[in-house]
């Protein structure tokens, strides 16, 4: 069947099956910034917003999202390339390959909160999205530096 | 969830010293890739597949152990759009292994790319290839085996000389002495004494003796193992991968399809993290199989499962610690036996059990006697494989734990026992010499070991009261602490190799080219900033390329601790003589001596001041100007290293007890750590708290299960979860000033010391809290229940 | 996972006429499709049923099958009048992105055993609403189960009340060992217990020794609490055995009954 998504503001007619996740059929449009992980819905590597709301794209069917906005980091570039300086700025991004979901998920979670999070709040928000690299310390740090930094904005 | 707001003493912001010494190097910059990769630009292996490419999917086995009695292919092939079936009988029969090691690997070749037999849940039969995935699958779910079934061996316990022999095939081989006898389900064995270690143990005044069973573990890498292959123009083939190293990879698929290796191409893009599992060739030779029939590009990712199923994992390992002391905890010997389950097929079998004593003996160097011995065994379970830390990690969990029940035993401040016992800077072990990864080692002086200082630091940080080591802060809930330190190793000594090439670029700036594996970790960036310190010019004046078998300079790979020691060594060589060349060729153009040229700020001058020149203007007159003069400027320089200096790590961890359930929570972890220079701190310390947490996951968590007939349980990340950020409380990580003479701008290594210790500090400190020695990893809330219960009742 | 054909219908009328009468399967949030082998040959999405709500209605609240985990997590109707109880119960299930997607209905529906959220409203003494018109009590239907298909409309809770939840798990993105909230309704003790691991159950025997008093003594909770293990079956799966989880359970009903006291 075909869907209509508007991804990133730009309207996509998309050739998908009725089973299909997102995952897939953003995958085969060239959207290569969401990344295929665990399968299973635990790792969040997959994460994009659907209509401002962060999701796991491996477990939101395709149909679904007709007439969505779809947001993935690359709709976002110019916010997650400020959160990209202070997470590289920690050295936190190593393989780099949660990374994309995982920075949709704090810019997610920038919105959604009035004031600055505190630790165990952007810990438990951002619990979706694992690494295996990092240890988590380092994102942490570059969190709470870009959350401050963006506040003083 | 753990309470993240728990105090600490602040960290030491105060810069290394290292710092003031350098521009580049021990400077915190910027990963080259980062922002690429957070914006999630194509850069890993599936996202570069070509659009024509066939889908691979693979037969695998659903029993443990078989004999393939036929392959029918026939309703699969007549699916439209289904290209190929690839089974055993369609490649030569040569026995390999798939570990990527050096050559000749310590592995025995024991595995064929498709063989007759199937040694575990998830074996490969067959190869299936069509223009959808969704085809392929299908078209691999019509293939019909027929299977003779066989007893498996899931025990490794009972592996050792039973009736059922998992390697009966004819033809398979060790390539040189690892104590191979197949026929005994034994992949490896090892046995070394320094000294004599019985006599030593009945002559010391005091004992102890401590078994330690660490389990399986899986690397759970976030992007799953990927490859697609194509023909190039040329008529080579060219396989991308997601591997840790081409040139191993290239050399065991020439072997495997008796292909000159002329006629491959191995490129790695970005990989997704890889801990040592992606050290082997896992998916490689099925899309180069199909390639290869069909002329057609082909892919395969393989699914979460099969990674989990069919991939490799960490060596299971039983090991026996005896120690023997003076009353004044003055260590007299120490025994180590091991027993290890390498799975189904032999990759890593020697090598990771030999780490277990090389990468552990020494830390205790003052001992009269010293022991080490055991087997490496077959079962019907999936491979074990190269995994960060591997054999350290068994080795230390063994020994640590031995160390802190002696203490127990004297009643002293385990951190004193170590102090007293412990290798210090100047100093050697016997162990360096006679063990090495494949069998014998590489005799060392200890130039750079600052464990006291990463002692006293990390004391300071966990707050350290060897006479309160535990209280209680609720009715049953119990808060104590408990303490390691470990060793590691930097490459592989006269084994591991690496080069890099430097050359000067119209415009001012410098290719580097390196055959070293970024995995993640940041080595093209760390590599990059030890070219650019040698050359004297920023970080953008480098542009790396990395880990390609046609266009850079040969490298072994990344793998045991060895790309910022032996691949940075390299490329510091390379720069040093690529600055001679350029200052040599600068002089001849100025018409003076080499040594009458300065260098500094990229500019060359005459000592005198009267001529000078940009690098920059130089890049043009070499390369544009100088007429019959123009050359290319470059060098190419390799390192293998005559050591392996050990980074140090002291650790210390206060975990939180519930003792009416079991349930043990990591509340703060400290690690104080000797890298030498860290090339780039915020990376290195990265790469520490990854190992940690990783670390945690085996001590606490993680668990490979299988059912009573071999299949595995854990075969996803919903039965076989990682820690998460909400799992541990904090993770502090410091490094110390150290240097390390023989290393790159005096570093070591940073990979994978992190993972060593947690498994011994936190059983140290549950022992500290309750008086129980906890053995089975990893210990989750029954167990510690159960032994904690077991002891009570023994009390009673 | 396959669907042959895909409806989204726009009336509970229709959804509940494609369910009934042409074998479809209802669609809640989906996430479990991906991991799920079967062909569905006509999957119908209740997602254009307007059945995202959480109101006030008379003496009740009504929860509208297709509310996410992440509303019920920080909706402020359930948070004035349960407290942080609907929070604590979800904040485990893996991430913010999955609660945005996984519902109330779709696990009310599937009756799961590792469901954190079934016992928490097991234990308020939630009923769903099966459309048009039956309702049932949420603990007899996960007992039951249903006997034709069905369309899952909404859930009923009381207007308030008084709980808290308490579970064990090896690590913290990981299914629970064993789970259980307790209850104080403003009248009498309700305890649930799930992740047995099979699916939740009330326990009559330990809510009748708690009686209609909300300061029990120290006592006669702990003997609820181990009321509650002897009255349950539990069984042993790979994170845990059935011994364990038995001897656990009381320690986290005493913990969850001292908590809800005081």
């Known amino acids: 069947m075909n869907i209509t998504l508007r991804i990133n503001g730009k309207q996509e007619s998309i050739e998908c099956l009725p089973g299909e996740m997102l995952t897939e059929v953003l995958r085969r449009a060239g959207h290569f910034e969401v990344k295929k992980g665990c399968d299973t819905g635990n790792c969040g590597a997959c994460t994009v917003l659907v209509d401002g709301k962060p999701v796991l794209s491996c477990s939101y069917l395709a149909v679904r999202a007709e007439g969505k906005e779809i947001t993935t980091i690359q709709g976002l570039a110019d916010e997650a390339k400020k959160f990209a300086a202070f997470l590289t700025a920690e050295g936190a991004d190593q393989c780099g390959f949660c990374a994309p979901g995982f920075a949709l998920t704090v810019l997610a979670m920038k919105e959604e909160f009035s004031s600055i999070p505190d630790e165990a709040q952007i810990r438990h928000y951002l619990a979706g999205n694992l690494c295996r690299c990092s240890g988590y310390e380092g994102q942490i740090r570059a969190i709470k530096k870009y959350l401050e930094a963006q506040h003083a904005e | 969830m753990q309470n993240n707001d728990y105090p600490i003493p602040l960290p030491n912001d105060a810069k290394l010293e290292a710092t003031k010494q350098f521009n580049v190097v021990a400077h915190d910059l910027p990963k080259v890739d980062g922002e690429g990769l957070v914006l999630g630009r194509p850069a890993y292996t599936d996202d570069l597949v070509p659009p024509n490419a066939l889908y691979v999917k693979l037969v695998r086995s659903p029993h443990a152990f078989a004999r393939i009695l036929s392959i029918d292919p026939t309703d699969a092939l007549a699916l439209p759009g289904v290209a190929c079936v690839l089974t055993w009988k369609d490649i030569p029969r040569i026995p390999i292994t798939r570990a990527g090691q050096g050559n000749p690997e310590p592995s025995p070749h024991d595995r064929f790319i498709l063989d007759e037999y199937v040694r575990y849940v998830g074996d490969e039969v067959a190869v299936v290839a069509a223009e959808t995935e969704a085809l392929a699958e299908k078209a691999a779910g019509l293939v019909k085996v027929e299977y003779q079934k066989l007893k498996p061996v899931l025990d490794f316990e009972h592996a050792l000389d039973n009736p059922i022999v998992i390697h009966p095939e004819p033809g398979i081989h060790e390539m040189f002495p690892i104590g191979f006898e197949p026929k005994r389900n034994i992949a490896a064995a090892y046995h070394m004494e320094i000294g004599d270690v019985e006599q030593e143990l009945a002559a010391s005044p005091v004992k102890v003796e401590t078994t330690v069973h660490t389990q399986a573990q899986q690397h759970v890498a976030l992007e799953p193992h990927t490859a697609f292959s194509y023909i190039d123009l040329q008529g080579r083939l060219v396989i991308v991968t997601s591997t840790q190293n081409p040139w191993h990879t290239r050399r065991l698929l020439g072997l495997a399809f008796q292909m000159p290796l002329r006629q491959i191409r191995i490129v790695k893009p970005r990989i997704g993290g890889g801990f040592g599992g992606k050290q082997h060739i896992h998916v490689e030779p099925y899309v180069a199989m199909v390639t290869m029939k069909t002329g057609r590009p082909a892919s395969l990712a393989l699914t979460r499962r099969e990674v989990f199923e069919a991939t490799f994992t960490r060596h299971e390992m039983r090991v026996k610690v005896r120690l023997g002391a003076n009353p004044d905890g003055k260590l007299r010997a120490i025994d180590m036996q091991v027993l290890s389950n390498t799975g189904a097929y032999g990759e890593h079998a020697l090598t990771t059990f030999m780490v277990a004593g090389s990468k552990t003996l020494p830390l205790y160097n003052k001992v009269s006697a010293v022991r080490f011995g055991g087997h490496v065994v077959y079962t019907n379970k999936v491979s074990a494989g190269a995994f960060r830390g591997y054999g350290a990690i068994q080795g230390l969990t063994g020994l640590e734990a031995a160390m802190d029940e002696l203490a127990h035993k004297l009643s002293i401040d385990p951190v004193e026992l170590r102090r007293k016992n412990m290798l210090h800077e100047g100093e050697t072990s016997e162990v360096f010499r006679i063990m090495g990864e494949g069998t014998e080692g590489v005799a060392m002086n200890i130039e750079s070991c600052k464990l006291e200082e990463c002692i006293a630091r990390g004391k300071e940080l966990i707050g350290w009261d060897f006479t309160q080591l535990v209280h209680e802060v609720a009715p049953g809930v119990l808060r104590a602490k408990g303490m390691a330190i470990a060793m590691q190793g930097s490459g592989i000594p006269l084994i591991d190799m690496g080069s890099a090439r430097i050359e000067l670029q119209d415009g001012g700036f410098f290719k580097l080219h390196v055959g070293a594996t970024d995995l993640g970790t940041g080595s093209d960036t760390i590599l990059a900033q030890i070219a650019a310190e040698e050359l004297g010019v920023d970080m953008e004046d480098i542009v790396v390329h990395s880990s390609d078998t046609d266009h850079t300079p040969f490298d072994v790979g990344a793998y045991a601790s060895s790309t910022t020691y032996v691949s940075g060594s390299a490329v510091l060589k390379a720069a040093r003589s690529l600055k001679t060349k350029l200052i040599e060729a600068v002089a001849e153009k100025f018409g003076v001596a080499p040594k009458d040229i300065v260098y500094t700020q990229k500019t060359f001058m005459t000592a005198d001041g009267t001529k000078s020149l940009s690098l920059n203007d130089f890049s043009y007159d070499t390369l544009y100007h100088d007429g019959e003069k123009m050359k290319t400027i470059e060098a190419t320089e390799s390192f293998s290293g005559s050591k392996s200096p050990p980074p140090y790590l002291a650790a210390f961890v206060e975990i939180e007890i519930d003792t009416e359930t079991g349930k043990v929570n990591v509340v703060h972890y400290v690690a104080v750590v000797d890298v030498g220079t860290p090339i780039n701190p915020n990376l290195a310390k990265v790469q520490i708290e990854g190992g940690l947490l990783q670390g945690i996951g085996l001590a606490l968590y993680e668990d490979v299960r299988y059912s009573e007939a071999g299949h595995m349980l854990s075969h996803n990340m919903m039965t076989y979860p990682i820690p998460s950020r909400e799992d541990v409380g904090r993770i502090t990580v410091e490094l110390v000033d150290s240097y390390e003479p023989s290393g790159p701008f005096g570093a070591k290594s940073a990979g994978e010391i992190g993972i060593d210790t947690p498994p011994a500090a936190i059983a140290n400190a549950i022992r500290n809290a309750t008086g129980v020695r906890l053995t089975e990893y990893p210990f989750t809330p029954e167990r510690v229940l159960a032994a904690l219960k077991a002891a009570k009742t023994q009390h009673t | ?262």
Not at chain 3, 72 to 85: H, I, M, V
Not at chain 3, 178 to 194: D, H, L, M, P, Q
Not at chain 3, 209 to 236: C, M, N, T, V
């Open chain 3, 1 to 262: 996972m396959e669907i042959l054909k895909y409806a989204c219908p726009q009336s509970k009328d229709e959804a509940f006429r494609l369910i009934r009468e042409e074998h479809g399967t209802a669609i809640g949030g989906a996430a479990w499709l991906r991991t799920n082998t079967k062909t569905i040959a006509l999957g119908v999405d209740l997602a254009g049923l307007g059945l995202e709500y959480v109101r006030e209605v008379g003496d009740h609240i009504e929860i509208g099958a297709m509310t996410t985990y992440r509303e019920l997590e920080t909706n402020p109707l359930l948070r004035a009048r349960f407290g942080a109880l609907f929070e604590t119960t979800v904040s485990h299930v893996v991430g913010v992105q999955l609660r945005n997607i996984i519902t109330v209905g779709g696990t009310a529906a599937g009756r799961y055993g590792f469901s954190d959220l079934n016992t928490t409203l097991c234990a308020l003494g939630a009923q769903v609403v099966f459309y048009p018109d039956q309702t049932m009590d949420l603990a007899q239907f996960i007992e039951r189960g249903a006997k034709v298909p069905f369309l899952l409309e909404k859930v009923l809770l009381p207007a308030t009340a008084k709980g808290t939840y308490h579970q064990m798990r090896i690590s913290e993105n990981d299914f629970p060992i064993i789970n259980t909230t307790a209850v104080w309704t403003g009248s009498e003790w309700r305890i649930a217990v799930g992740s047995r691991p099979a699916a939740t159950r009330l326990c009559p025997k330990a809510m009748a020794l708690l009686g209609a008093d909300l300061h029990p003594s120290d006592d006669i909770l702990a003997s609820a609490a181990r009321a509650a293990a002897d009255e349950l079956q539990f069984g042993s799966d790979i994170r845990a055995s059935a011994e364990y989880r038995r001897e656990i359970l009381p320690v986290l009903v005493r913990r969850a009954l001292m908590e809800v006291r005081e």
